[in-house]
């Protein structure tokens, strides 16, 4: 019988289970992951070591003049990495570093030679022989680049003349030099037409640039053809997005006609690309054969619009804003009548080449074969507070699509924010209908004032007394206009801006006080021009373009407006019944022909449409 303590003893070693294999196993590759993880430290750790102690031995055996030595050491890590199937980090750091070194000795070499005439020392030539093919390799580049830099008219043929001859003197690089230094004179002859393409190209005219590449490639060899040859790739690299994008942009802003012409550059460029070329077909299907026209140029004005007739002749009736608004109704139908009749909108600065400050240049105007030119002014949209509940607009504003809409509030007191609002979402709206009645995308001239607002909003702190002022004559409370209120003012205004300019409206001056021009003084003019060019030509961008409000107009030779041409105005508009243009000194002169309730009333203006199939029939003041 067994006693206790043995029956234990033997039950648990009867109930041990056997030690798995699959345990041991694990265990031994612990061990080994262990093991290798040590070796890569100390494999990584001696690496770094071995990288620490190379290179200030590389560099002392630089400073020593061990130039075999040196070299010797950059062989050995350079054929170790060679024969290995991958370079390490390591190594190429390593052959960097060292590559680096030479290279800092011998552009300073280089640069003594070119800008000092240095003529080479023994020492040199030791050390730019003796460091083989890491000199060799940096001299031939920098050989190919001054030979670059020549036909660029970076540096003169003495000059590189001087340094070729010099360099020669270095083992094994006339293989390199000798070549090039024979097609100097072939690169001489290039410069001029290299550097004019390069000019084009450094103005952004990269389809002129390519031309005159492509033009050099056919007439040259050798030098100037590779760097031509590699100009031209790098280029068409460059140009093709953003310029294919731009045409595009173009397209959707109804700009066929400059959209075609740089799409087909592209096309002969880019000649199997599919995207240009289906681009192409888009514009040439919007397109008609283009004329030059020696006519008369109509030009028309209109201001803020009546959007709400009931306000305007029932509920808040004043005759001199019937006089001198269109309703939307009436400018709705006269753009559908000035279409029937033939009429295109062209840009009013397509008369003239403003380029020059010094002088202007007259242009030729052309239009689609078959159309009749008109400009479409709409004057001071400033949105004076004193209209406010008489129908008209009180201010733009930005949609949620990113349109521009007039804000109004409505006979029944409602907030109405529509397109259809105000003349220029109406005529925006009017070409997606009607894409041929623009030109070219062109929409029209809007004109600002500023003494109380920008398209309804406050934007300088000097505008918030006239601001208040209105509102006092309208019976409202005056309102504390914060600098917080001012700036985010601007900010929306500019957008605004950015948008009109984009969908092609462009920008004009009617003065900042919306003066009397002519019976102004020297000192008044120059007043208001600085207000006005601090406060609105500041959000506007460049303007070249004066609306004389009510026609009060500077003759071109008198002093203020010698004062004004000076300040970059070019193109003034005046009033008359007729259309006129004239050139002066330096400037374009257009008369505007007044389109409002009491011109349609009282003036004839069947040249342009028939007033009775425009003219509003909510209108206080009928038709006789």
């Excluded at 400050?357 to 052309?366: G, I, K």
């Excluded at 509940?389 to 109004?408: R, S």
């Amino acid at each position: 019988m067994r006693n206790s303590i043995t029956d234990s003893i033997f039950e648990t070693e009867t109930n041990r289970k056997p030690v798995s294999f699959l345990y041991w196993l694990s265990i031994g590759l612990c061990l080994l992951s262990l093991l290798f993880s040590i070796f890569v430290f100390f494999y990584i750790d001696k690496s770094k070591e071995s990288e620490a102690s190379i290179i200030p031995a590389f560099e002392d055996a630089l400073n020593e003049g061990r130039y075999a030595d040196a070299l010797d050491m950059y062989r050995s890590i350079h054929d170790s990495s060679v024969s290995s199937d991958k370079t390490s980090d390591s190594d190429a750091e390593v052959l960097s570093q060292m590559e680096n070194l030479v290279y800092e000795k011998t552009v300073t070499i280089e640069n003594k030679i070119r800008f000092e005439r240095y003529n080479l020392k023994n020492d040199d030539l030791k050390f730019l022989n003796g460091m083989g093919e890491i000199t060799y390799s940096h001299l031939s580049n920098w050989l190919n680049l001054l030979c670059e830099d020549f036909l660029l008219g970076n540096i003169e043929k003495p000059d590189i003349t001087f340094i070729f001859n010099e360099i020669m003197n270095v083992d094994n690089i006339s293989a390199v030099a000798s070549p090039l230094l024979r097609e100097v004179d072939s690169i001489e002859r290039a410069r001029g037409v290299v550097q004019a393409a390069e000019l084009e190209y450094t103005k952004g005219d990269y389809i002129s640039a390519v031309q005159q590449y492509n033009t050099i490639l056919e007439d040259s060899e050798g030098f100037v053809y590779n760097f031509a040859d590699r100009r031209v790739d790098e280029i068409k690299e460059i140009m093709y997005q953003p310029m294919l994008e731009k045409c595009e942009h173009m397209l959707a802003r109804y700009q066929y006609y400059s959209a075609e012409e740089i799409l087909s550059s592209l096309a002969v460029i880019f000649p199997e690309d599919t995207r240009i070329g289906n681009d192409l077909i888009i514009a040439t299907e919007k397109t008609s054969p283009v004329v030059d026209y020696y006519g008369s140029v109509e030009v028309i004005c209109v201001r803020s619009l009546i959007a709400d007739s009931t306000l305007a002749f029932e509920v808040n009736y004043n005759s001199g804003n019937e006089d001198i608004y269109m309703t939307t109704v009436e400018f709705s139908r006269m753009l559908e009548e000035l279409y029937a009749q033939n009429y295109v909108l062209v840009d009013a600065e397509a008369l003239v080449d403003i380029s020059n400050e010094e002088y202007l240049v007259e242009q030729t105007l052309r239009v689609p074969e078959g159309k009749k030119p008109l400009i479409l002014v709409i004057e001071n949209l400033d949105y004076s507070l004193r209209n406010y509940g008489t129908g008209t607009c009180e201010k733009l504003v930005i949609n949620d699509q990113g349109e521009i809409c007039g804000q109004y509030v409505n006979s029944e007191g409602q907030e109405i924010v529509q397109r259809s609002a105000e003349a220029i979402g109406i005529l925006d709206m009017f070409i997606e209908d009607h894409q041929d009645f623009s030109f070219n995308g062109v929409k029209g001239v809007i004109s600002i004032c500023g003494y109380e607002s920008c398209f309804g909003y406050v934007v300088s702190e000097d505008e918030i007394d006239d601001h208040n002022f209105a509102l006092n004559a309208i019976g409202r409370p005056s309102e504390d206009v914060t600098t917080q209120e001012i700036e985010a003012n601007r900010n929306t205004v500019a957008q605004i801006v950015e948008i009109l300019k984009d969908t092609g409206w462009k920008f004009a001056s009617s003065t900042y006080g919306n003066i009397n021009a002519e019976a102004s003084t020297m000192d008044e003019i120059v007043s208001d021009f600085e207000k006005w060019e601090d406060q609105i030509g500041s959000l506007l961008g460049p303007t070249h373009m004066i609306v004389y409000p009510n026609g009060n107009f500077i003759n071109g030779t008198d002093p203020r407006a010698e004062y004004l041409k000076d300040k970059g105005f070019r193109i003034f508009f005046g009033i008359g019944p007729n259309p006129y243009y004239t050139y002066g000194i330096n400037y374009l002169y257009y008369d505007r022909t007044l389109i409002n309730g009491s011109t349609m009333r009282n003036a004839d203006l069947s040249r342009l449409f028939d007033v009775t199939k425009v003219y509003d029939d909510a209108r206080v003041k009928k038709m006789e």
